[in-house]
Every structure is written in structure tokens, then in C-alpha cells.
């Protein structure tokens, strides 16, 4: 009951939708994506043959082989948060860091207390 009681305690605290955000990406330098917590998992929707990630404790680095079509991205950290990302590749992207702020998740699982 007290974890029924939480959670609708928390759900009545209005957490703002968010949308997806854009990252761009470039074949000659590698993007980096920093968290607020450690990234436990991620999925794409590219295969490694099209692009190289991977994930060192909060930095997340992407890199694509070639110009490749919109694609995605999503990280889980290690705080429950997800993010959600619309990857766009473009040979001229001037940015190729990215700082994400806690309040640009997608969704938060919060804790079950018993």
C-alpha cells in the first residue's frame, strides 16, 4: 500500500513531457555525450557496420563509417533515467559535444518502497 501510496505521490508531481533530442554527427570526429550518472545500456538503430559506439562510466562516444540516414539512439543511466535521441548525420557539424541535463529525460523509474 505505501508503495502504491508513493507512486501516486510522485505520478501527482506533473513530470513534464520531453521530446526526443537531436544530436548531429560527423564521419571525421568522434561525438560525445555526457550524463549525469553512468550509462548502464544503450540501443541504436544503426548496426556497428554503419557506426562505432560505446560508453566509458558517464560518456557515451558515437562515431558514423559513412553519411548515413536519421537514426536513433537510447541510453539508460544508472540514476533510472532514459534518454531518448534523433541522431542526424551531418559532414558539417559544428557541435560534437554534448552535455544532457537530468531534466531531458524521456522517463524516470522511480523506486518501489515496500
Known amino acids: 500500500m505505501k ?12 513530470f513534464p513531457v520531453v521530446a526526443q533530442q537531436r544530436i548531429e554527427w560527423r564521419r571525421d ?9 553512468d550509462v548502464v545500456k544503450f540501443r541504436t538503430g544503426y548496426t556497428s557496420d554503419d557506426a562505432v559506439s560505446q560508453s566509458d562510466g558517464r560518456v ?4 558514423p563509417v559513412d553519411a548515413m540516414p536519421e537514426t536513433n539512439l537510447n541510453v539508460q543511466t544508472a540514476d533510472g533515467r532514459y534518454y531518448a535521441f534523433d541522431v542526424i548525420y551531418n559532414n558539417a557539424a559544428s557541435e560534437v559535444n554534448y552535455i544532457v541535463s537530468p531534466v531531458s529525460c524521456t522517463h524516470l523509474t522511480l523506486p518501489t518502497i515496500r
Open 29 to 37: 570526429k568522434v561525438t560525445q555525450i555526457i550524463f549525469p550518472a
Open 60 to 63: 557515451m562516444y558515437i562515431q
Open 3 to 14: 508503495g502504491y501510496l508513493f507512486e501516486m505521490a510522485a505520478l501527482s508531481l506533473g
